[in-house]
């Protein structure tokens, strides 16, 4: 299967052609795959005044409409599905097995903002809570919040378009989206599927675009929300210079997970091993931090290493293999780099540790100090380590030692140690018996602390795409 020649991008629900200025890159060869049209500041004017023409049509479309949008999506991501992998496997250098379980997630986060469209409900609420307001009652409802701003990151370029773009479909809300100009091809393969649909001129504009170039998708005023996955050190400037809109935010981590005395630790070494390095480790929730008690601290680790140094890493078109390249070189050296530091800190690298271009090969480490880069900042690649505890309290101190708080894992069997963690640790989402890295792409998705603000997950997203009107009703004496 071949990529084309040249993509578009989609200006107010329409593909264009302005130019093929952006090159699109195997990561594994480091070639030019494709080339991309990009967006000016005077394109993405022109998509935001078209996303606020769009603005009351989109409102005023019955559920059934937007749910049957959104059903065609389903339908026809279904139907490319290998199209679709196999897109993201060259743009992201993603493992095939990987591109094609996000492909997956991707039609079910269609498929779940299907089934909440026809479910956005209000509320009657009683008023007269005192003599002033006997004969008052009120009701209220979610209404769209406008036209919305969305930018896209490089690591999951189907799923988290889909998770901003499929909540505003189901609301009723026009948007702009700017994906990764990295692997932005996922996003236009959206935008050619929702531009076979009747939504609203201006409903939908996807314009790759230089970062320099597009200020517009965070300072203009007409957009009523900003939505950015991506660095921490990018999403907090964003949301300065944002004015009024409001804003979300998913800025990633460096997640812990805590095996407990109890846990099965096979399972638990095999969910870890997937978890610190699905992805070539490249995912805001990939286990970085590996916290084990004392009494199954050895063999654990003998354990994760065993099964760490068996994965196959190289082409990521090749079945078997489950650790392709890091987005970029420079990535992969900034994440080499830090190995190195902690080493020469008292690390010690129990297996892998070696680069080669952006393939770094899947490393564990033991002994990493807390004032080290590799501990106090999000690795993002395919490198974790670990440390031991003999307290469950100073345990999720450990994890709470963080400016992150995206998710956390914990193996235990005990109920008590449970409850204590869910009371506990500082994240946005606690998973018992599982990494932190696992996601249900219609439960509460978001962190705390630099990891972000408000919370991703279809109806999590609808309720930030919309606002809340309410209604007043007064009845005379003689009317009641």
């Known amino acids: 299967m071949q990529l084309n020649a040249?993509?578009?991008?989609?200006?107010?629900?329409?593909?264009?052609?302005?130019?093929?200025?952006?090159?699109?890159?195997?990561?594994?060869?480091?070639?030019?795959?494709?080339?991309?049209?990009m967006a000016d500041a005077a394109t993405i004017d022109r998509a935001i005044a078209a996303a606020v023409e769009a603005a009351e049509p989109m409102a005023r479309?019955?559920?059934?409409?937007?749910?049957?949008?959104?059903?065609?999506?389903?339908?026809?991501?279904?139907?490319?599905?290998?199209?679709?992998?196999?897109?993201?496997?060259?743009?992201?250098?993603?493992?095939?097995?990987?591109?094609?379980?996000?492909?997956?997630?991707?039609?079910?986060t269609f498929r779940i903002a299907a089934e909440e469209s026809v479910r956005m409900t209000g509320e009657v609420q009683p008023l007269d809570i005192s003599p002033r307001a006997k004969g008052y009652q009120g009701m209220w409802k979610r209404v769209p919040i406008g036209p919305c701003s969305f930018i896209s990151p490089f690591n999951f370029p189907l799923n988290l378009a889909a998770h901003k773009i499929a909540p505003a479909l189901a609301v009723g809300c026009p948007f702009v989206m700017k994906p990764a100009?990295?692997?932005?091809?996922?996003?236009?393969?959206?935008?050619?599927?929702?531009?076979?649909?009747?939504?609203?001129p201006g409903a939908f504009s996807i314009l790759p675009a230089h970062r320099d170039g597009a200020d517009l998708f965070t300072t203009d005023d007409r957009f009523k929300l900003l939505s950015f996955t991506g660095s921490p050190a990018v999403g907090w400037d964003l949301k300065a210079r944002a004015g009024k809109k409001k804003v979300v935010l998913e800025l990633g981590g460096n997640a812990a997970v805590i095996i407990d005395k109890d846990a099965d630790l096979e399972d638990a070494a095999e969910r870890t091993v997937f978890g610190a390095f699905y992805q070539s480790g490249q995912s805001c929730i990939g286990v970085q931090r590996i916290i084990v008690?004392?009494?199954?601290?050895?063999?654990?680790?003998?354990?994760?290493?065993?099964?760490?140094?068996?994965?196959?890493?190289?082409?990521?078109?090749?079945?078997?293999?489950?650790?392709?390249?890091?987005?970029?070189?420079?990535?992969?050296?900034?994440l080499d780099n830090w190995v190195q530091e902690a080493k020469a800190a008292g690390a010690t690298v129990l297996c892998g540790g070696n680069r080669e271009g952006a393939m770094l090969a899947a490393t564990l480490l033991e002994g990493v100090p807390r004032d080290t880069s590799l501990y106090r900042e999000e690795a993002f690649g395919p490198v974790a380590f670990f440390s031991r505890f003999s307290d469950f309290d100073a345990a999720l101190d450990e994890v709470n030692d963080s400016k992150f708080g995206l998710q956390a894992g914990v193996f235990t069997r005990d109920l008590f140690h449970m409850l204590k963690a869910w009371d506990r640790l500082d994240v946005g989402?606690?998973?018992?018996?599982?990494?932190?890295?696992?996601?249900?792409?219609?439960?509460?998705?978001?962190?705390?602390?630099?990891?972000?603000?408000?919370?991703?997950?279809?109806?999590?997203?609808?309720?930030?795409?919309?606002?809340?009107?309410?209604?007043?009703?007064?009845?005379r004496p003689a009317d009641m």
């Open 6 to 37: 040249t993509y578009p991008l989609y200006l107010a629900n329409k593909a264009e052609q302005p130019n093929t200025d952006l090159e699109v890159t195997d990561k594994f060869t480091g070639e030019v795959a494709t080339r991309v049209a």
């Open 61 to 108: 479309m019955a559920a059934y409409e937007r749910q049957a949008v959104l059903a065609h999506c389903v339908r026809r991501f279904t139907e490319r599905q290998d199209e679709l992998a196999h897109a993201l496997c060259i743009e992201a250098g993603k493992p095939i097995r990987d591109s094609r379980g996000e492909v997956g997630r991707l039609i079910d």
């Open 181 to 200: 100009s990295r692997t932005p091809l996922g996003a236009i393969i959206i935008g050619e599927v929702l531009a076979e649909t009747d939504l609203p």
């Open 293 to 334: 008690h004392d009494a199954i601290y050895d063999v654990f680790r003998d354990l994760l290493v065993a099964k760490t140094a068996k994965l196959i890493a190289g082409n990521p078109a090749d079945e078997a293999t489950f650790i392709g390249p890091m987005i970029d070189v420079k990535e992969a050296t900034r």
């Open 429 to 475: 989402g606690v998973v018992i018996n599982d990494v932190p890295s696992y996601r249900v792409d219609n439960m509460p998705y978001g962190g705390v602390k630099d990891s972000g603000l408000g919370r991703e997950g279809v109806r999590f997203a609808m309720e930030d795409m919309t606002e809340i009107r309410n209604l007043v009703i007064r009845r």
